[in-house]
Every structure is written in structure tokens, then in C-alpha cells.
């Protein structure tokens, strides 16, 4: 089963739905983005859950780069960078087996105490 995400004029992802296979053809229709895309009036834009089309599954609230052909991960925050489909802390969260949160106005990363 495919998947579909309905963008808005931004093109922010506003909605995905389940729909027909590519290679599926109904009542002569053989291009299922466009026929979706013309039935609401929106652009329409296949998403995989296996993240092998258009770089990853699209949410509600990622943004499609139509430059790259991708769907993006909303940024976490200013501070992160972005490689691909997703964003990065400018260091990286230490591996020492500790929990972490990123603290944006020191831009570190900072140990969770349990209480």
C-alpha cells in the first residue's frame, strides 16, 4: 500500500493518506499523485514508510523540498543543522550511556538527574 501527503501552498505536509500503489491501474488512471493531487486540489506527493522515496515518511508538519525531492523533519531547534532529511545538534550528544537534553540557549547538551 502507498502512501500520499497533501501539501499546503508553503508546502508544509498537511495530511498523509493510504492510497493506490504506483503500478496499480484504476479506471485508466495510472499517475495516483496527480489524480490525488486533482481530486482535493492540493499537490500531492508519495511518502514510504520505509523512508526509500523521497528521503523520509512524511509527517504532519514536515516540509517538502521540492529542490531535493525530499521530505524534512521539522528543526528542533535554531541552533540545528541539517543533513539530508533530518537535523543535528552542532556537537554531538555523548556516548558515555548517560541521558541527555540539548539546552539551546548554551548550546550544550546536558545530563538528565533522575529524581
Not at 523520509?56 to 523540498?65: H, K, L
Not at 543533513?83 to 537534553?101: C, E, F, K, L, V
Request: net charge negative; aromatic share 16%.
Amino acid at each position: 500500500m502507498a502512501h500520499y501527503a497533501f501539501l499546503d501552498e508553503n508546502n508544509i505536509v498537511t495530511e498523509v493518506i493510504p492510497g493506490r500503489d504506483e503500478w496499480e491501474v484504476v479506471d485508466g488512471i495510472t499517475n495516483w499523485e496527480q489524480a490525488y493531487a486533482d481530486y482535493r486540489g492540493q499537490v500531492c506527493k508519495r511518502t514510504s514508510y520505509n523512508s526509500n522515496i523521497r528521503g523520509t515518511y512524511a509527517g504532519i508538519g514536515y516540509e517538502y523540498n521540492a529542490a531535493e525531492d525530499i521530505f524534512i523533519t521539522p528543526q528542533p531547534y535554531p541552533s540545528w543543522i541539517r543533513t539530508g532529511s533530518y537535523w543535528n545538534a552542532p556537537t554531538p550528544m555523548p556516548t558515555d550511556g548517560a541521558r541527555y537534553s540539548w539546552d539551546e540557549p548554551t548550546l550544550a547538551w546536558i545530563v538528565n538527574e533522575l529524581i
